[in-house]
């Protein structure tokens, strides 16, 4: 009976050791140490047994008996341990792959030109101005020199919300907001007025009931016509190229005396005359000019003491010449296609 024990619990150890899942350890435990197993039945016969042999078996029945369990156990818990590793193996998540990339959108063509210009005027010591969309016809026009009646108001088709009120319709308002409330103990005035127009216009490929403007005015002493021509050279130079040269011609504006408009030699043709120009060599970018000392006056500021000049482009222009856009519409119907070919340069491709 020592023997046949012997025998049990090697094959027991064998089979245990060679188990490969907690399932199959499982039935072997069933097998060996379940009520129906062999150890069951060894001790069933002990009763045969002569009293000298009886001991000496228990004895060896109940040390096979803890063997087996303890084989087991341990097996159970290498096994327990291998499958954990294997699920964390499973489950790890490794760092290094690249990431879904999540479309987050990019400034549109309008805002890059309107921020390149502003960036650059903020960069010469200018102060972003704001005004109201929604202005009296006050600063819109009558602090502007443009009083009720006047003719030249029907150059600008206006939205009137009531009598006094309007869509503003140019942002030279905020010139006269800004005079209004600038004391000159703080330095002159350097403003850049980036913001949305509107004008009773039919839509079409060159117009738009609602559209931007950029404003620029300079107030103080002794400021002179050649300030204004060397920020217009500047101005045309940074966004048109180093070798643009510029053109100022004869204009009317109520706001300014004198007032010009400001053409710069064609970039396409570099002056020769091709189609961008219409064959002449320039093409016009905005309009600007000396502050009519009336207007001063009028916002409370001594002419005899200061002088300044103004200046008023289209965003929208500028983009369009810049990058051959044929129609206005395009900048304000949102098809991702047209939007995408813009991508902003430091954004980089998305
Ligand atoms: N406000 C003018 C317009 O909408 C543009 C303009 C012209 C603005 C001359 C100025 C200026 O400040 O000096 O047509």
């Known amino acids: 009976m020592l023997k046949q024990l012997e025998t049990l619990e090697k094959e027991a150890i064998q089979e245990i050791e060679q188990a490969e899942s907690l399932k199959v350890l499982n039935d072997l435990r069933v097998k060996y ?13 002990m009763g045969k047994l002569s009293n000298e042999e009886k001991p000496l078996v228990g004895a060896k029945a109940n040390e096979v008996r803890t063997e087996i369990s303890t084989k087991i156990k341990y097996k159970q818990e ?6 954990l590793m294997k699920q964390l193996e499973s ?25 390149e210009l502003t960036d650059m005027f903020v960069g010469m010591g200018y102060r972003i101005a704001e005004g109201p969309e929604v202005e009296l016809d006050y600063y819109n026009f009558e602090a502007l020199n443009l009083p009720k009646g006047h003719p030249a108001r029907d150059m600008q088709d206006s939205f009137y919300i009531t009598e006094n009120t309007l869509l503003r319709t140019q942002t030279s308002p905020v010139q006269a907001r800004t005079m209004e409330n ?18 009773r216009d039919n839509d079409d490929a060159t117009h738009s009931h609602q559209f931007t403007q950029i404003e ?25 190229g180093e070798d643009r040269e510029i053109r100022l011609r004869p204009s009317f504006f109520p706001f300014t005396e004198p007032s010009v408009e400001m053409d710069i030699s064609c970039f396409a043709c570099g002056g020769e005359g091709c189609r961008t120009c219409k064959g002449t060599g320039w093409i016009e970018i905005l ?13 409370g500021i001594d002419s005899s003491k200061y002088s300044g000049f103004a200046f008023g482009l289209g965003p929208e222009r500028v983009a369009m010449l810049k990058y051959g856009v044929d129609d206005i519409r395009h900048l304000y119907t949102n098809d991702l296609r ?4 813009f991508i902003a340069k430091e954004m980089g491709e998305r």
């Open 216 to 240: 620029g005015l300079v107030v103080g002493e002794n400021i002179t016509f050649a300030d204004l021509k060397g920020t217009l050279t500047v101005l045309a130079k940074h966004m048109f």
């Open 78 to 83: 290498g096994l327990e341990e291998a499958a």
């Open 33 to 45: 140490l379940g009520k129906k197993g062999p150890m069951t039945e060894i001790m069933k016969q």
């Open 182 to 199: 600038h004391d000159f103990k703080n330095g002159p005035i350097k403003i850049i007025c980036p913001g949305k127009v509107y004008r």
């Open 338 to 341: 047209f939007s995408k070919q």
């Open 287 to 299: 309009g600007s000019g000396l502050v009519h000392p009336r207007v001063l006056e009028m916002s």
């Open 91 to 115: 489950e790890s998540i490794d760092v290094t792959l690249p990431g879904t990339k999540i479309p987050t959108g990019t400034t549109h063509l309008l805002t890059q030109v309107i921020d």
